[in-house]
């Protein structure tokens, strides 16, 4: 089954951190540039950042530039969010998705994607 799969959500307090991993099955991950996207409740899902093929380009969107690092390993098919000094305002259900074309900065929701996961839910309250 062709499909990715994002862990590593859960509850933290406010200047705590998360790392979520967004990993492939059925397909090689390095065919792929990856974005992170995520939804707060009532509102849309909007780009958080993306990362090259080969991991060498990586944008960010401004609300969580100095906070948030992506990375990826190809070797395990897997790519990784790692989210520090988090905020209430982080708060929701976040998704990976696999895409080619990269491009000078991520794309939005409506970009065709050739895969999502279903996503991970953060949140951030104390």
């Known amino acids: 089954q062709l499909q990715l799969v994002e862990s590593g959500g859960g509850l933290v307090q406010p200047g705590g951190s998360l790392r979520l991993s967004c990993a492939a099955s059925?397909?090689?991950?390095?065919?792929?540039?990856i974005s992170w996207f995520r939804q707060a409740p009532g509102k849309e899902r909007d780009g958080v950042s993306c990362i090259s093929r080969a991991g060498g380009r990586t944008n960010y969107a401004d609300s969580v530039k100095g906070r948030f690092t992506i990375s990826r390993d190809n070797a395990k098919n897997t790519a990784y969010l790692q989210m520090n000094s988090l905020k209430p305002e982080d708060t929701g259900v976040y998704y990976c998705?696999?895409?080619?074309?990269?491009?000078?900065?991520?794309?939005?929701?409506?970009?065709?994607?050739?895969?999502w996961g279903k996503g991970t839910l953060v949140t951030v309250s104390s």
């Open positions: 059925g397909f090689t991950l390095d065919a792929y540039a």
């Open positions: 998705a696999a895409f080619v074309g990269y491009g000078s900065s991520c794309p939005d929701a409506s970009y065709v994607m050739d895969y």
